[in-house]
């Protein structure tokens, strides 16, 4: 099995797996090839949601600042939360939230280009990428504009470049400007 983390990510689990059952704890987020092993179910835990792996890869999501959200690249996977499970098909994803379970189709690729290297957002909400971006960067930053949170963008962003570089690149869709000074990045609205 093989687990890529993402930022602000911990994993736990044991030294050795025992009994029928190979557990661990996530806190963050997760890319996951699971190899399948008889006898020994994969489930990762989050929260209160567990999510069972019937020989896969996925993506889990769970950060403090948002949902959960589990997404599925191939293979089988039974989300649950309480009593209310679903299993996912490849191209679906969980979002697991206050009023239960949400499936829905979606493009895999915009939720698990961060392990290759990349952030892909099509129409994202600037909130959601500056949120995002700043904990990856490790950056807090602030609206000028009332309602510049609310701009939708498309861009296909290389993780590993200067944040500088990354800001440069949102600039060029005529909506937004940055003023960054040390590590506080103010968003300014066109």
């Known amino acids: 099995t093989q687990v890529w983390l993402?930022?602000?990510s911990?994993?736990?689990?044991?030294e050795q797996f025992a009994g029928e059952e190979r557990r661990v704890y996530l806190r963050g987020e997760a890319y996951f090839d699971v190899a399948k092993r008889e006898g020994q179910r994969f489930v990762v835990a989050l929260?209160?949601?567990?999510?069972?792996?019937?020989?896969?890869?996925?993506?889990v999501k769970g950060y403090e600042d948002g949902g959960m959200a589990t997404?599925?690249?191939?293979?089988?996977?039974?989300?649950?939360?309480?009593?209310?499970?679903?299993r996912l098909k490849p191209g679906e994803q969980a979002v697991v939230g206050e009023d239960g379970i949400a499936v829905a189709?979606?493009?895999?690729?915009?939720?698990?280009?961060?392990k290759d290297g990349y952030f892909i957002y099509r129409r994202a909400a600037?909130?959601?990428?500056?949120?995002?971006?700043?904990?990856?960067?490790?950056?807090?930053?602030?609206?000028?504009?009332?309602?510049?949170?609310?701009l939708n963008l498309t861009a296909k962003l290389r993780k590993f470049d200067q944040v500088e570089d990354v800001f440069e690149i949102l600039e060029m869709t005529g909506q937004v400007d940055f003023a960054v000074k040390n590590k506080t990045v103010t968003v300014i609205g066109k």
């Open 105 to 114: 189709e979606v493009d895999t690729d915009l939720y698990t280009a961060w």
């Open 126 to 150: 600037l909130d959601d990428i500056m949120q995002e971006l700043a904990r990856w960067y490790d950056f807090t930053y602030f609206y000028q504009n009332s309602g510049v949170a609310d």
């Open 47 to 59: 929260g209160g949601t567990e999510v069972t792996v019937l020989g896969t890869e996925f993506n």
């Open 71 to 86: 997404t599925l690249v191939e293979g089988s996977v039974a989300v649950r939360r309480g009593e209310e499970e679903c």
């Open 10 to 14: 911990e994993l736990r689990y044991p």
């Open 6 to 8: 993402n930022a602000e």
